[in-house]
């Protein structure tokens, strides 16, 4: 992305949005305490309050205690001010979620389609339901962003998904099309970056600094959080750990490569491995000719199927070395488990807790923290409209970001 040139008018728009953020993310705020935290002269904070005042993106809400003096009046962000919309594409699944600007959904909905349909379908499917959404906007208020979570490769920088397994799809330009029809900017985001987001907003990484979400399910996946900030890597492909190789010449992925660890931690390898070893446990009441899941499996377990806790438990090992190669890279605070395949959290969590706890950084008397997200199904969504609300507010340092800036 270009630079913006600086002059009078970068400083003013770096300024704005400082002072934007810091009532959006402390307020109620006086301007006092804005001056204070930003190092700005309170002359420059007052001006600014007046001009989001007058366009209605802050109001004042009452005053605060006095430590002597004139009470200050407090200030609020208006988190009504406008709308994003949060899409989560999966495999036979739309869910759509309309948000005001802290990520609270106004409308949600749930579209299904054609398991295998192609791209074409699924984005006209994707634009009709957009539009009823808008319906629903008040009359005085706009749609400012637009965040899709996807599973696959995506190119951030071009809002482009380079290649999805789970859909078959590959080089969609999903920003630009939904862009010149809706005339608002649009982002594209692994949908497991979409989750973390949410986590860092409103879930357990809102009090940490470097953290990892991991996916478990029907595939591995993470976000990366450093510095409070999501890590995307060169062009958005960061956190591929599924990916990793964990077993040499092992079985095959569906990425291409074999020995990923999403070969052997996920729900295919979990249901592959009843179906290879059932002849061996006759007492087994698995059904293998039912469509089988990482819940079905679980409710086995519960019962005390031996070949459902065995294969569980044998994918809660791989999980576990997987994760232990995590920690002694980024060596993070806290890992967060997520996904469908926490169900089963009473006998995967042992397991991998018992092989983490062996990292390189053993020795160090602060330990890395094994947690399950405690987020609601919503979170993907949430996440889908929260890749646009962050993106809406940051620092307009690049020209490709007076697009969304433009918006206040």
């Known amino acids: 992305m270009r630079l913006r040139i600086g002059n009078k008018d970068l400083i003013k728009d770096i300024n704005r949005s400082l002072v934007i953020n810091e009532i959006r993310l402390n307020g109620p705020i006086s301007r006092t305490d804005i001056s204070k935290n930003l190092n700005l002269g309170l002359s420059t904070v007052t001006n600014i309050v007046e001009e989001l005042k007058t366009q209605k993106l802050i109001f004042e809400i009452g005053e605060a205690d006095s430590t002597g003096g004139r009470k200050p009046i407090l200030l609020e962000f208006n988190y009504n001010y406008g709308y994003t919309i949060g899409i989560k594409i999966e495999e036979n699944n739309l869910i759509f979620a309309l948000t005001n600007l802290n990520a609270d959904i106004i409308k949600r909905k749930k579209v299904p389609f054609k398991r295998g349909s192609n791209s074409n379908d699924v984005l006209e499917l994707i634009i009709k339901n957009i539009e009823d959404l808008i319906k629903a906007i008040p009359m005085d208020r706009s749609l400012l962003g637009i965040g899709i979570a996807i599973s696959g490769l995506i190119?951030?920088?071009?809002?482009?998904?380079?290649?999805?397994?789970?859909?078959?799809?590959?080089?969609?330009?999903?920003?630009?099309?939904?862009?010149?029809?809706?005339?608002?900017?649009?982002?594209?985001?692994?949908?497991?970056?979409?989750?973390?987001?949410?986590?860092?907003?409103y879930g357990q990484g809102r009090t940490l600094s470097n953290f990892i979400v991991v996916t478990y399910g029907s595939g591995i996946g993470s976000g990366i959080v450093i510095n409070k900030r999501l890590y995307c890597g060169d062009f958005g492909g960061a956190g591929e750990i599924g990916h990793m190789v964990l077993v040499a010449d092992g079985r095959k992925c569906e990425c291409g490569q074999k020995g990923c660890l999403e070969a052997y931690a996920s729900e295919n390898f979990i249901i592959d491995y009843i179906?290879?070893?059932i002849q061996f446990f006759k007492e087994s009441k698995i059904n293998i000719d039912e469509e089988l899941s990482i819940e079905k499996v679980y409710e086995y377990a519960k019962n005390g199927d031996m070949l459902a806790i065995n294969a569980l438990k044998l994918s809660a090992k791989y999980l576990g070395y997987g994760l232990l190669?995590?920690?002694?890279?980024?060596?993070?605070?806290?890992?967060?488990?997520?996904?469908?395949?926490?169900?089963?959290?009473?006998?995967?969590?042992?397991?991998?807790?018992?092989i983490v706890k062996n990292n390189f950084f053993k020795m160090h008397e602060k330990k890395v923290q094994i947690r399950v997200s405690n987020l609601g199904d919503d979170a993907w969504e949430i996440g889908a409209s929260l890749l646009a609300i962050s993106k809406l507010f940051e620092m307009p340092l690049y020209e490709e970001q007076k697009d969304a800036f433009v918006a206040f």
Do not use: C, H
Request: no cysteine; net charge negative; hydrophobic share 45%.
């Open 275 to 277: 179906k290879e070893n």
């Open 155 to 201: 190119d951030q920088k071009r809002g482009r998904l380079i290649y999805s397994g789970m859909l078959n799809w590959s080089d969609i330009d999903i920003s630009g099309i939904l862009k010149n029809r809706f005339n608002v900017p649009v982002y594209v985001d692994n949908d497991v970056n979409a989750y973390t987001l949410a986590e860092l907003w």
């Open 325 to 354: 190669s995590v920690i002694n890279i980024f060596n993070p605070s806290t890992i967060i488990l997520a996904g469908e395949g926490m169900v089963a959290k009473d006998i995967i969590l042992p397991v991998v807790i018992d």
